[in-house]
């Protein structure tokens, strides 16, 4: 990769945040460009949705994405932009990618990272806070974001992770596992 860009007080565009082992903020990277077989370390988060009946929005990744391409996953993802915090950053993405506003966001795993690749080749390398967060209203999915989605009891998708881990977006399999390591199981208070 070329030099990082200085992101001063600009903006440039749509950007991820590169950062070094101990979460330092480095410098920022296209997003069009980051995700090769190299990605190198940046900033994200994910999110878990429940209705007022506990139930978990699981979402099916769009068909034309780049990485997991119709997987099903967590309610929704994102990167952080440089002026951005996480949580500010998980507001900005339920609006576009499910036409959603979140109340109730509460930071569950603070410290969940995570390397995986891609069939094709391509890498995730992230640190990714998780939150939990009850939906304010409708879903309206963004069909560049979301092919598919359903409303499913916590436990059954924790087991069918468990059962089928292939599935699913393999962070979300992993941040299930964190979720019972915490002893917070995902739908319990």
Known sequence: MADLENPGDGDHGDHVVLVDHDGRRLGTWPRS???????????????????????????RRA????????????????HVRWQETAEEALHRHARHELGLRVVDVELVLPDFRYRAVDASGVVEHEICPVYVARAGGDVEPNPDE????????????????????????????????????????????
């Open 33 to 59: 460009t980051v995700h090769t077989e190299e990605t190198p370390l940046h900033l994200a988060f994910s999110c878990y949705v429940l209705d007022d009946a506990g139930r978990l929005l699981m979402t």
């Open 63 to 78: 068909l034309s994405k780049r990485t997991w391409p119709g997987v099903w996953t967590n309610s929704f993802c994102g």
């Open 146 to 189: 979301v092919v598919e989605l359903a409303w499913a009891r916590p436990d059954d998708v924790t087991a069918a992770a468990a059962a089928a881990p292939w599935g699913f977006s393999p962070w979300m399999v992993e941040q299930l596992r964190a979720f019972d390591a915490a002893g917070r199981p995902l739908g319990r208070a």
